[in-house]
């Protein structure tokens, strides 16, 4: 039996790291290259970088911040944010990720999942999803350039879509709880994770241990992330991997 993730994820935006609620009213959380020496220390099975802002304001992400974050760490590192190209992904990568993710450049150039996968290996290409429920549509829908887009894609589709195409992962992010601390999304963590055949990364809405648990063992999740809960100490990597194992889940 695989073991679950836990993945502390650093939104970050001017070179700071940031959280806020539902994607608005960020406020700083310190330096990435801080916080990341502390979650290689504190046990985290990976890390998550997003350079938040990168494609809203069309840019590529910042390969030198990278670059810093990657020299601290020992455990595997995925960036997002601006990633636009197969170059673009070289370049993320010979900074010292493992693993690139595409949000809004999938939506809308599917084929670049295929190169990406077909280039460096499924195993590297993440497809990050933004969802958000709408009643028009009975599901959740898929939003771009950092939640402020909508698309014509629904979410279980765009999953299928951008699994056939190559993503070896899938990083969902519930639009409606980010940032709220009231627990992640079970019913589109659980809805999604039927769906596709690949690890998928319940993101949003984390408070406490026990949604983390929830996430597992409710929400069929193969990792769950989390930021502000983390970043503002509210609890720590080690000490929800302590609640998982007296829970009954299989963590590292």
């Known amino acids: 039996m695989l073991t679950k993730r836990i993945i502390p994820c650093l939104d970050v935006k001017d070179g700071r790291v940031v959280k806020g609620v539902q994607f608005v009213q960020l406020r700083d959380a310190g330096d990435p290259v801080e916080l990341a020496r502390f979650y290689d220390e504190q046990g985290a099975d990976e890390l998550v970088f997003l ?97 402020r887009t909508a698309t014509e894609w629904e979410v279980v589709q765009w999953a299928k879509e951008a699994v056939e195409r190559g993503a070896g992962e899938i990083l969902l992010t519930s639009m409606d709880s980010d940032g709220e601390k009231k627990g992640f999304d ?17 993101s949003g809405g984390a408070g406490n241990a026990q949604h983390f ?11 769950a992330l989390a930021a502000s809960i983390f970043h503002y100490k ?9 609640f998982l194992k007296v829970e009954g889940v299989n963590v590292r």
Request: negative net charge; glycine residues 8%.
């Open 51 to 147: 350079d938040i802002s990168a494609s809203h304001e069309g840019r590529k992400t910042m390969v030198e911040v990278v670059k810093s974050v990657a020299s601290e760490l020992a455990i595997p590192f995925t960036v997002g944010g601006g990633i636009n190209s197969l170059e673009d992904m070289k370049r993320i990568l010979r900074a010292g990720a493992d693993k690139v993710s595409l949000n809004t450049a999938a939506v809308n150039n599917p084929d670049l999942i295929t190169e990406g996968a077909n280039y460096f290996g499924t195993q590297c290409i993440v497809v990050a999803i933004d969802a958000k429920y709408d009643e028009s549509i009975g599901s959740w829908r898929v939003y771009t350039h950092g939640g």
């Open 186 to 202: 079970l019913s589109l963590v659980r809805t999604v994770s039927d769906a596709v055949t690949v690890p998928v990364i319940a």
């Open 213 to 223: 648990a929830e996430a597992f063992l409710e929400g069929k999740a193969d990792a």
């Open 234 to 242: 509210e609890t720590s990597v080690r000490e929800v991997k302590a």
